[in-house]
């Protein structure tokens, strides 16, 4: 067998991948895979976003079709053709998208494969139930009250949703296991419960790979730690024998003397005799409740938190996309009754969301389209004729250094950095008085990331309230003048000057969390 | 000339636009084959002027379509049927009626238009249920307007206006059909409606985001397929000189394959109106080939279903699940 | 906040939650109301006599938007239910019309309708899922294409059934109309089916295609035999038919086509897939038939009746929509 001489190193590994790549178009997802994993440990996958984690997950789970490249399972050359296969072959997925039917329940989304059947036909709902709690007991005192067999799955919170897709992995009784994002919306207690978890599967002998972006996790559960950037394996280590800081200047390679991303450094000074452009007083409503406070102009007003703590359901209902079912705005003194982005925008607002795919990329268009609509509806025009408009176009792409071909080229041609200084850029066309993003920069590269931020200050200097909400926690510190800590929908405590530490954050953050 | 390597090829061959040109060139050869002097230019203008009704309601359908949530109209048919009923009334053969005929039957079927943009968008009924609602009611109306009695005939002027020269030896309806479609590229590549049909057909939240007044758009769009299936109706009165029972209603399902073929998927958000216009004169021209050649009814069904079903590959087939 | 006001909401949000486990509520509701409408407005039709009427003609209906609704679970559609009906409508018709008309050539006809059904139903599936063309237009040219089959059987309507097939479809067993024996089998396969793994796996695709996909299911298969359940109702919808009318006619189902969507969308299921009930269906195909003969018995002119019905649909539509909705 002429493959065992090329993996020769990777002999008795449960699965290996031996130069696997794929790409998309020009786009390569991801090159020389060469890629070990062992019974019994629990491998992380490490690298920023886009880095390639998923497409590899995907293309063991069998979802994604390799380029080149062959996978041995057992020492066994396999194909996976399908996520059937996979199944097949013992291999479980979580995907970080969740693989749910919203309108079934619990029971039925983690048996939905393997259905317990009489006479080969119909469901044998008792069995099903059985099965269903079996699983559930794994989890039933952190998961909350109305987590049933029988719950339909669209009527539970994300976390809990979550905690579906975890059972749903589990139950597949799969010697490899992959976990792609497994906790972004668990809390401490469901992370712990599913720490244990693992850690039983792996004392059976399971294979797992987890992904996570909470570095504290990784070093928590895993044996393992690979490395990946810009699609290519970049190194493989174990976790005794290295530290955060080394795998983070792996993960972002030649970039280091772009910010630290644990770097807590206050180069910002507040600015504390500035207009109130936002006063929020009481603000009640889907997600968060009796959350005030007030942004002044030329001030960068950080959010922070934990996850999914009502920052971006604030932002959201501040720009008029959620409702607000108590409390009053203020914009510039005045009493504002905002209850649609329309008006929000007509009132000066500006809404950058970090996920562009749903709120802000107008996909298949080009990027003119992609830059003028803010502009047309403020103009109230009619035509948007490119020769009158590119001008505005052009200066505000420039002012965030947007990498782009032409105007008329589509906005699939962009990265996803490009793509979001572009949808960024759409709000710079005319200025806006207050400017609220809602984790920005999610899944862009480290550069476009500091483009953004020193626009962002600029911006401030110029007079504009900015409300800035982010995941990660330097990007917060090191960006914004005064951060309100969130902590189950409530603003539980504002951090200003020297009290603004990391150490504080999360102090803050956990204060009454459970 | 550059050499066409396989890329470019393929390509092309992927190009909705191109396809419709090629399999247009080549019913053209079968039906030149089939019978001679299906070519001819009398038999060209005449398959164009069919064409151009099918092309000018099948406009509102693509708007419909181009602006995406599952958008389709199944009232189109009967929109148009109503119109040439109510045009033909309105006239009563006299050109003097013409213009408040006209006025009139548009009136109609944009007031349909809004019923079914209002219930999509305000009501939140989907497409096709919603357009099917009002297609049941239309039917309902014809049959109490007719009474069991055919009335309304076409105005002199307004069956010339379809069936004889007016410029260059080709009749009013395709100059009328020829502004039309660099009225569409116009209203879709350079007016801000245009942009925002596209923006809510690729990604309506994004768009809602972004200060598009998404329901306005949506009724306009629904507005718009209404104002077109009555200005078909008006066409198709001159076209057959008198009213019939339900004319229109072939247009339901053609209007939607015309645009499909044309290179808009049924989930909005990309294609262009040139293209629906080419797919309209593919369509017409595979059914008159059909009714060109001497078979049994049952045999121009069989065919023309399974030639739509060989085309429908060439078109608009899905993504994999797996990429 | 008032007592009233957050009893109402309570209200709305138990209206919602019943609505959601029981997707055929609303039209349950519109189906006892037009039932007591029309009762008030003609006594005779609530009898057992009126009710096996209305069965007798609308079974066929009732059928066919049984089998969409099926389609419609995995989020995709059959337009040529009704050209399927047709289709089969005529073979069954010919075949019985040369051999003669005994129970077990009829029972032997009529498994070969179900075969015609289902080999129509796999076309569909095998060119809607399998090549992945859009399933309106698809489903609308293979109708053609059926109908073109249905036209070769049968050029033109007419040909009789043999009297024995409609007088048992009109006839009484133990007293009790062949047509409720009908509807009550139809029911029990309606409960069996919502029982198995197949119907399961149909609304998991119509939920999520890509998550059922990654779940290890094979979506595609799973959607082609949708549509060969859909094609084998509609064949059942076709023995129905031909039981009413007694004859053959290679259109008759085109128009049924679009009232069994609007039926399956009546009875609370929705056109994109994941929720909804076989059961919803019945009772909005029902509707439908409601609707008609209370236009009829509330005197409308005969002219406007068509209006009225239209207007009426669109109406019970819209409110079973609204009602249902989810947040």
Redesign the interface.
């Known amino acids: 067998m002429p493959y065992l001489n090329h993996v020769a190193g990777f002999l008795m590994s449960k699965l290996v991948l031996d130069n696997v790549s794929k790409s998309y178009g020009p786009t390569r997802a991801f090159k020389n895979g060469d890629f070990a994993l062992q019974s019994g440990e629990v491998h992380a996958l490490m690298g920023t976003n886009g880095s390639g984690k998923s497409t590899l997950c995907k293309i063991i789970a069998g979802s994604v079709k390799p380029d080149t490249g062959s996978i041995f399972l057992n020492d066994c050359r396999v194909q996976i053709n399908s996520p059937k296969d996979a199944r097949r072959l013992g291999i479980g997925t979580f995907f970080q998208e969740l693989s749910l039917a919203k309108n079934r329940s619990v029971a039925e989304n983690i048996f939905i494969s393997h259905l317990p059947l009489n006479n080969y036909v119909f469901i044998d709902k008792t069995a099903l139930e059985m099965n269903a709690e079996y699983y559930i007991d794994m989890v039933r005192d952190v998961a909350g009250d109305d987590f049933t067999a029988k719950a339909v799955v669209g009527d539970l919170r994300a976390d809990q949703q979550q905690l579906v897709e975890i059972l749903k992995t589990i139950a597949t009784e799969a010697q490899v296991l992959i976990f792609d994002e497994p906790t972004s919306a668990l809390d401490r207690s469901q992370v712990e419960r599913f720490f244990e978890i693992l850690r039983k599967l792996k004392a059976q002998g399971r294979a797992i790979i987890f992904i996570s972006h909470r570095m504290d996790e990784i070093f928590e559960i895993s044996d393992q730690l690979t490395v990946i950037r810009d699609g290519a394996i970049v190194a493989s280590r174990k976790r005794e024998a290295t530290t955060a800081q080394e795998v983070i200047s792996l993960m972002v390679g030649e970039q280091t003397d772009l910010a630290d991303p644990t770097s807590t450094s206050h180069d910002v000074s507040p600015i504390s005799d500035g207009q109130f452009v936002v006063t929020a007083h009481d603000l009640t409503g889907d997600g968060f409740s009796e959350v005030s406070f007030e942004v002044r102009a030329g001030e960068i007003l950080g959010f922070g938190g934990l996850h999914g703590q009502g920052q971006s359901a604030v932002l959201r209902a501040l720009f008029g996309a959620n409702a607000i079912t108590r409390g009053q705005i203020q914009v510039a003194g005045d009493n504002y009754d905002g209850r649609t982005p329309r008006a929000a925008i007509r009132n000066g607002f500006a809404y950058v969301s970090g996920n562009r795919v749903r709120d802000g990329v107008i996909q298949g268009r080009s990027i003119f389209e992609n830059t003028i609509p803010v502009h047309a509806f403020k103009k109230h025009m009619l035509l948007s004729t490119p020769s009158r408009l590119s001008r505005r176009a052009f200066e505000a792409l420039n002012k965030l250094a947007t990498k782009y071909h032409s105007l008329s080229s589509s906005i699939g041609s962009l990265s996803g950095g490009n793509q979001q200084k572009v949808v960024i850029a759409r709000w710079l066309m005319d200025t806006p008085r207050v400017l609220l993003l809602d984790d920005p920069t999610k899944g862009i590269d480290l550069s476009a990331k500091a483009d953004l931020f020193a626009l962002i200050r600029e911006l401030a200097s110029e007079g504009l309230g900015i409300i800035l909400y982010s995941s990660e926690d330097a990007e917060l510190l090191n960006n914004s003048d005064r951060i309100l800590v969130f902590n189950s929908g409530r603003a539980v405590r504002e951090l200003s000057g020297e009290n603004r530490t990391r150490f504080n954050l999360y102090d803050a953050a956990y204060e009454v969390a459970q | 000339m550059p050499k066409m390597t396989k890329e470019t090829m393929l390509g092309l061959a992927k190009q909705p636009v191109f396809v419709a040109i090629v399999l247009i060139l080549a019913l053209f050869a079968i039906g030149e084959t089939m019978s001679p002097g299906f070519t001819s230019p009398d038999q060209i203008v005449r398959l164009l002027i069919v064409a151009s009704l099918l092309g000018i309601v099948a406009a509102g359908q693509n708007l419909v379509i181009l602006a995406g949530r599952e958008g389709i109209d199944l009232s189109v048919g009967s929109v148009v049927s109503l119109a040439v009923i109510v045009a033909g009334n309105l006239m009563d053969g006299s050109n003097a009626n013409i213009p408040q005929a006209v006025l009139l039957t548009i009136c109609v079927g944009c007031l349909f238009g809004l019923f079914n943009g209002v219930g999509v968008t305000l009501l939140r009924i989907p497409p096709i249920v919603m357009t099917l609602g009002i297609l049941g009611v239309i039917q309902g109306l014809l049959v109490v307007i007719r009474q069991g009695v055919p009335s309304g005939v076409a105005a002199p002027m307004l069956a010339n206006f379809v069936s004889k020269p007016f410029l260059f030896g080709l009749p009013g309806i395709l100059w009328l059909w020829a502004f039309l479609g660099l009225a569409m590229a116009f209203l879709l590549k350079r007016t801000v409606f245009g942009n925002r049909i596209y923006a809510i057909g690729s990604n309506e939240n994004a768009a809602f985001m972004a200060g598009v007044p998404v329901k306005l758009v949506r009724i306009g769009v629904y507005v718009c397929s209404g104002f077109f299936a009555a200005v078909t109706g008006i066409c198709l009165l001159g076209y057959s000189g008198a009213s019939f029972a339900n004319v229109g209603d072939q247009y339901m399902l053609t209007s939607i394959i015309a645009v499909v073929f044309g290179g808009t998927p049924l989930s909005g958000g990309k294609g262009e109106y040139t293209g629906t216009m080419l797919g309209a004169i593919l369509l017409v021209i595979l059914q008159s080939i059909l009714t060109t050649i001497n078979i049994d009814e049952f045999g121009r069904q069989i065919i023309f279903g399974g030639t739509l079903l060989v085309l429908m590959v060439f078109y608009g087939r899905g993504k994999g699940l797996r990429v | 906040m008032t007592v009233g006001k957050a009893r109402s909401r309570s209200m709305s949000v138990r209206v919602r939650q019943a609505c959601?486990t029981f997707p055929f509520l609303p039209a349950l509701v519109i189906l006892a109301v037009l039932f007591i409408l029309n009762g008030m407005f003609n006594a005779n039709s609530v009898s057992f006599q009126g009710i096996s009427g209305l069965f007798s003609t609308y079974l066929g209906l009732v059928f066919l938007a049984v089998g969409q609704t099926y389609v419609i679970y995995a989020g995709d559609?059959d337009?040529s239910a009704g050209a399927i009906l047709s289709l089969v409508n005529v073979v069954i018709i010919t075949l019985m019309n040369r051999y003669d008309g005994g129970v077990l050539s009829t029972l032997m006809i009529m498994s070969i309708g179900v075969f015609v059904g289902a080999a129509c139903g796999l076309f569909n599936g095998l060119?809607i899922a399998g090549?992945?063309?859009?399933a309106?237009?698809?489903s609308?040219?293979?109708?053609?294409?059926?109908?073109?089959?249905?036209?070769?059987v049968l050029?033109v309507a007419g040909m009789p059934a043999p009297m024995i097939y409609w007088q048992t479809y009109f006839g009484s067993i133990f007293g009790i109309p062949f047509v409720f024996f009908v509807l009550g089998v139809l029911l029990l396969l309606v409960f069996?089916l919502s029982?198995?793994?197949?119907i399961?796996?149909l609304?998991?695709v119509g939920?999520?295609?890509?998550?059922?996909?990654?779940?290890?299911?094979?979506?595609?298969r799973i959607r082609i035999r949708g549509y060969v359940v859909c094609g084998v109702f509609a064949s059942f919808a076709a023995f129905c038919l031909t039981g009413d009318t007694a004859s053959g006619d290679p259109l008759v189902g085109s128009a049924m086509t679009?009232s069994s969507?609007?039926a399956a969308?009546l009875g609370g299921s929705m056109?994109?897939g994941?929720?909804g009930t076989a059961l919803g269906s019945v009772f909005g195909a029902l509707t439908i038939g409601l609707i008609g003969s209370l236009v009829y018995f509330v005197g409308t002119p005969a002219?406007?009746?068509?209006?009225?019905?239209?207007?009426a649909?669109?109406v019970a539509?819209?409110v079973g929509?609204?009602i249902s909705?989810r947040t």
């Open positions: 959601a559609i337009l060119i090549l992945r063309l859009q309106i237009v698809a609308f040219a293979s109708s053609i294409f059926f109908t073109g089959v249905a036209l070769y050029p069996l029982r198995t793994q197949a399961l796996h609304l998991t939920d999520d295609q890509q998550a059922a996909y990654q779940s290890g299911l094979p979506v595609t679009l969507v609007a969308v056109l994109s994941g929720f002219s406007w009746q068509n209006l009225v019905q239209g207007l649909i669109l539509l819209m929509i609204l909705r």
